[in-house]
């Protein structure tokens, strides 16, 4: 367990810890393709997939 949280010391001090996830995955370019794709999914009206 040391070992995980000696390399999660740089990104908590970096990045501000898992808090600001929801800032940082609007952030991450390659998460943009899935991102658009389920965003579509779930904005979809019941007449989409006709």
Do not use: C
């Amino acid at each position: 367990a040391q070992t995980q949280i000696h390399a999660l010391s740089p990104y908590n001090r970096y990045f501000e810890g898992m808090s600001e996830f929801t800032y940082q995955i609007d952030r991450a370019w390659y998460l943009s393709i899935p991102k658009s794709f389920f965003d579509d999914a779930i904005s979809a009206g019941p007449f989409e997939l006709v």
